[in-house]
Every structure is written in C-alpha cells, then in structure tokens.
C-alpha cells in the first residue's frame, strides 16, 4: 500500500503549486525575498561561505538559489582521463543501460527512449552505454555544468508531471524522470555522442540554459530545437544550465566510451568537477 506522501504526490496539482511557488520564488520585495532566503538557509544548513555573493546582495529567492561560488570552489578533476561530475548531489543510481532500459530503484526502470522525449533512433545509440543520476538536494549548488567536452547538437523540452525526485518517490513511482517535465540536451564530443537530462521536480520553477536562457515551463507538447555546426561548443566543466527549485540530472554515454568509478554507489555524495569515471581511450579525449 502507497505511503501518505506517495498518495499525495499523485493528488496534488503540480503545476498549479509549481507556478505559485515560482512566483513567490522570483518576487523582489525586500522583506518577502529576505525572509525566505534566510528561512531556507537556516533549515537546509547551506554553506554561504562558498557563494559568491552575501545574502543581502541577491535580488530574489531564485537568484539565491541559483547563485554562482566563488572562484576555485569546484576544482576540476582531469577531464582528459575522466568524466566529471556535472553538478553537486547525491548519486541516485550509476551503471549501464540493459536492454534499453536504465535502472530507477527497487526493480523499478524507465527507458532511454522515454527519457529521451520518445525517438527510438537516439534512445538505440545509448543502449549497452553508460548512465548516471544525480539528485541535487535543496541545499546543494544549483548550476549545471558539462560532464565532458562537446557540441550542442540539439534539445527537447518534454512536458509532464512534477512529482518529488527523492529517494521515496524513485523507489515508489513508476518511470518516475521519464515522466516528469526535463530538458535532454545532446552533445557530440571526443568520445561520442552523449546527453545531459536536466529533470524537474515539484515546485520546480524553471530551468534555464547558457544558450537558450529561461526555458519555458509546463508547455502543452514537447518542444524540439536543432543548432547549426560549431553553434555552441562548450569544454567539460562548463557552465550548461541551472535549476529554479530542483532537481536531477541524468547522464547518459554511447557504448564502449566509459568506466564508472568503482567506488560509487548509489547514495554517494559528489561534488561538481569531481571525477566520476574514466575513459576507456582517454588519449582520444579531451
């Protein structure tokens, strides 16, 4: 039987209670915008000792929560010998892909093609390949970066649902980041083709990218976008995007390109820029 919280998630109006939260979050009056900043950092324990900016010095909660660090406070490992670790969080799951399908938790999976908006002709270069999920909790830094070297070749926003990204409701919601709102960004680097899979949450106010700035939230069909050769060419470690209130990335990687460190496992804490696997031909790469 489903736990009062899992009930709830399906009851609620996710997009109702993300857009009133979006409001509150991206509100300028002084006293409201303090308030929950403060609030926030005192019930999450985030470490402003690593922000760039005081607290006073943040025009709303979203540009607190999406706030940049200091210089040098997320080194990178070598990004020639390995794939780097695109945002601070927690690891949800990491391995490979069987049959399609990438492993959610508890007998529970969803598939390459569902994440990947539903083109079975992408989803079938990953299959055999390399996943990893990355739940960023409240407190972390909310700004995602590239795992490795690439170019933009396209993205597509896929509406749907906003249900909670925690540990409770990915061993407790079927298909649970194939069926919440995301934005599956391909790229075409040293070592293949890969994606980076920004996920939406409840309360999740947005996502925005360096390229296309605020993507537009809760749209009634999915949104496709190619870009020209050479258009966007970012190096691993790069600023790609951010979250507004949330959520999860999911990397994933063709076959035959990368090892996973064996020292993670699920629920592990990583940092952005921190080393997460290696490359089998790293002298290829860059």
């Known amino acids: 039987m489903a736990s009062p919280f899992i009930w709830l998630q399906h009851a609620l109006p996710h997009h109702a209670i993300s857009r009133l939260a979006g409001r509150f979050a991206g509100s300028e009056t002084p006293w409201l915008k303090d308030r929950l900043i403060r609030r926030f950092i005192d019930t999450y324990d985030v470490d402003m000792s690593e922000a760039a900016r005081p607290v006073e010095a943040y025009a709303s909660f979203n540009d607190f929560f999406t706030r940049e660090l200091k210089p040098g406070a997320r080194p990178l490992a070598d990004a020639r ?7 601070d969080g927690a690891i949800s799951q990491i391995g490979t892909i069987e049959a399609g399908r990438i492993f959610q938790a508890k007998g529970r999976a969803f598939t390459a093609t569902q994440l990947l908006g539903g083109d079975p002709a992408i989803a079938k270069r990953f299959e055999g390949g390399a996943f ?46 194939a069926r919440n709102e995301r934005l599956a960004c391909m790229f075409d680097g040293p070592h293949g083709c ?44 790069d ?34 820029g921190q080393a997460l696997g290696r490359w089998v031909n790293p002298e290829t790469g860059a």
């Not at 010998?81 to 945002?87: D, G, I, K, M, N």
């Not at 995007?241 to 064996?262: A, K």
């Open 81 to 87: 010998e390995h794939v780097l670790s695109p945002a």
């Open 132 to 177: 990893a999920t990355i739940y960023l909790s409240p407190k972390d830094y909310h700004r995602v970066h590239m795992p490795a070297a690439g170019e933009l070749l396209g993205t597509v926003y896929v509406p749907g649902d906003l249900f909670s990204v925690n540990q409770v409701t990915a061993e407790n919601v079927d298909d649970l980041f």
């Open 194 to 237: 890969f994606a980076s899979v920004m996920v939406g949450a409840m309360i999740v106010a947005g996502v925005e990218t360096v390229w296309g700035g605020r993507e537009t939230a809760h749209a009634p069909r999915p949104r496709h976008r190619t870009f020209a050769d050479g258009e966007h060419n970012f190096a691993a470690g």
């Open 239 to 272: 600023e790609m995007g951010r979250f507004f209130l949330g959520s999860t990335v999911v990397l994933l990687f063709e076959p035959g390109h990368v090892d996973w460190l064996e020292e993670f496992k699920a629920g592990d804490a990583v940092r952005m």
